[in-house]
């Protein structure tokens, strides 16, 4: 029988302290929390440190660090171990004494290995992070206990030096590009049968790529961009933990490392928000379950007083949740621009402006657009927008039915053609051969919405609540770069970044213009609020992609018990 991995995985973490919470067991024990890890922790040294660096060490005698092992290790079935600052060589043969009894063993392959055996009373995968010196410049490590702890790592599942620390461990010169830590770290595996993670974030370039080496090379790599801050301390802490805790809950390398640094990216992203400390700040351990617990909601999305019940003016028309302002139009070529075409089409697009910014800054677009976005999140929004296009298409035939001018029937069908013929042939194409998932919640949501109101509201209604998405996508499409021939995504960005989808756009604005200026006050009041409410289901449609990577870490537990299965 196949053992099943534990649905939260118990993590224990060795390491020294941080009062200031950034690095060491506090970030630890946040980011096997985030991974959807059950989080413990055994303290080596009492560090006084913060995000402006280390003041004191003080180290308590090994008898206590045993003590503390022995307490948690004869009480607890432990599925991970994640090491980082164990300081001297005395406290590194403790922690090892203290493996060797807990029946762990040196490791070929291991990560593979490890996640077929049952939790509970068997060798924990065993993640080290080689801390030697802080981000401060601070040693964290003796100078003479570099050999225990490389002997230490090579009984380990995986380790996690940064550019530094594998010079230390390899016996080189610290590596100046990735392809020379490639080198060291390959052939360091390949003498140790230990796997690697290759961390650039102590490099330069556009991008901070982490690499998984085995014996044979690279066996997954995560690109992500390089951030412009200093809110780093605890990065290495923090992705070693999180790690840890996916590769123990069972997930492969490759997917553990995506999780790992697709949830570190965020949290670096927004790390300078919380505004702690003066130095190199944290990381926002949570920003990501902030995110999803957001994304639960029940406020209404468009508040009760931000479009009045009639619009006699377009200056009437408030932008919603309060935020004044227009995100700065995109520099974009004439034949790529998409500027409103009179003044009411000019008040939704005011009306929507914080929407706008949002989706423009949303995640899921930022890395779609870099080229950074995970194939499996693309995979699933490129299968939903099929389904999404098949019905607006038919959304917008249903509108072409109740334009009042055989000119603007004409112009709404000819749209929905595009959008079959040309939109979305860019979908035929990528999926092809593929089964197509069924639709997801957001998906139906979003045209069912479509649907309903372009066969039951009024014409300007139906207009305005159709507008967002070619609008929106050929705003994001004109404030793009050309997508260079690498880049994994060019097809789409192609499409969206194509003049015939510009002028697509501006005759769908220019239909909802003339719909408006004829439109009642009271049915232009009930266009602007379904502009906004679907503007509002086009962030949540690109958004929606981006949480099916987040559910991993807790998504995968719910579907197991679902499945009758008990948490071991
Ligand atoms: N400025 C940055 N922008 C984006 N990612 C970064 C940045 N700095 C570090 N990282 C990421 O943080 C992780 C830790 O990297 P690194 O800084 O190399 O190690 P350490 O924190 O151990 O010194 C890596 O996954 C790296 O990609
Ligand atoms: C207890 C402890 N462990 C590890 C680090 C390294 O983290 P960083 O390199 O980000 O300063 C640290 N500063 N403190």
Known sequence: MTPVPALVPRVLSIAGTDPSGGAGTAADTKSITAAGGYAMAVVTCLVAQSTRGVREVHTPPTAFLRAQLDAVGQDVAIDAVKTGMLGTTEIIETVWAWLEELGSQPAQHAARRAQVAGPGGRPPLLVVDPVMVATSGDRLLEPQAEAAMTA???????????????????????????????????????????????????????????????????????????????????????????????????????????????????????????????????????????????????????????????????????????????????????????????????????????LIAQIQDSGFVRALVEGTLAAPEFDFYLAQDTHYLARYAKALATVSTRAPSAAQTAQWARTAAAVIDDEAELHRTWLAGRELPAESPVCLAYTDFLQATASVEPYAVAAAALLPCPWLYAH???????????????????????????????????????????????????????????????????????RLGDMQAGGAAVGQMQDGGAPA
């Open 152 to 354: 230490l790592c090579q009984r380990a599942t995986v380790i996690t030096p940064n550019i530094a620390e594998l010079a230390v461990i390899t016996g080189q010169e610290p590596a100046t590009t990735a392809e020379e830590a490639l080198d060291q770290a390959r052939a360091w595996s390949q003498r140790t049968g230990t796997d690697v993670l290759v961390k650039t974030g102590h490099l330069s370039g556009e991008m901070a790529t982490t690499f998984w080496v085995g014996p044979d090379g690279v066996l997954a790599q995560v690109p992500t961009r390089r951030l412009a801050t200093t809110s780093t301390h605890g990065t290495g802490c923090s992705l070693s933990s999180a790690l840890a805790a996916r590769l123990a809950a069972g997930q492969e390398p490759a997917q553990a490392l995506a999780w790992s640094c697709h949830w570190l990216h965020e949290a670096i992203a927004h790390g300078a928000e919380l505004g702690v400390g003066q130095g190199h700040g944290p990381v926002d351990h949570s920003h990501r379950s902030r995110r999803l617990a957001l994304a639960a909601d029940t406020a209404p999305w468009v508040p009760r007083d931000a479009v009045p019940p009639a619009l006699e003016h377009p200056d009437e028309l408030r932008a919603v949740a309060g935020v004044p302002g227009l995100p700065s139009p995109p520099a974009a070529h004439p034949d790529r621009a998409v500027p409103p075409q009179g003044p009411w089409t000019r008040a939704l697009w005011r009306s929507a402006g914080p």
């Open 476 to 546: 994001i499409g004109a404030g793009m770069p050309h997508p260079g021939p690498d880049h994994p995504y060019a097809a789409w960005l192609s499409t969206y970044h194509d003049p015939v989808f510009a002028r697509m756009s501006n005759q769908a604005a220019a239909l909802t213009e003339q719909a408006m200026a004829q439109a009642t006050p009271t049915e232009r009041s009930r266009a602007a609020r379904a502009f906004l409410i679907a503007c509002r289901h086009e962030l949540e449609f690109f958004e929606q992609a981006r």
